[in-house]
């Protein structure tokens, strides 16, 4: 059985940054889509980023550039690194396992971020 565990979540003033990370157990990592979504509250779960298995990165329409996903193979972790952290980030963050590609997904159980002074 897949899980998808997240970590890195906090509390960070406006401008910080924060690496979020999705470590993945009982599943193909290095042939999996990873993703990682948000949401806030009472708002749609978003799109952040997803990577392919073999390395391709898409970021979501809210992207400027301060967010950045990477993978370790051999850690079967995903990363999200994000940078000038602003209110508006404040959200879950959930990371989304999906091997094949073409299937539904398993979900992390999310973290959260939150952007304050």
């Known amino acids: 059985q897949v899980q998808v565990v997240e970590s890195g979540g906090g509390l960070v003033q406006p401008g910080g940054s924060l690496r979020l990370a999705c470590t993945v157990s009982?599943?193909?990592?290095?042939?999996?889509?990873m993703g990682w979504h948000r949401q806030a509250e009472g708002k749609q779960r978003e799109l952040v980023a997803v990577?392919?298995?073999?390395?391709?990165?898409v970021y979501g329409d809210h992207d400027n550039g301060r967010f950045t996903i990477s993978k370790d193979n051999a850690k079967n972790t995903v990363y999200l690194e994000m940078n000038s952290l602003q209110p508006e980030d404040t959200a879950v963050y959930y990371c989304?396992?999906?091997?094949?590609?073409?299937?539904?997904?398993?979900w992390g159980q999310g973290t959260q971020v939150t952007v304050s002074s």
């Open positions: 990577i392919s298995a073999t390395g391709n990165i």
């Open positions: 009982g599943g193909r990592f290095s042939h999996a889509v």
């Open positions: 989304l396992y999906r091997f094949p590609a073409s299937s539904p997904g398993t």
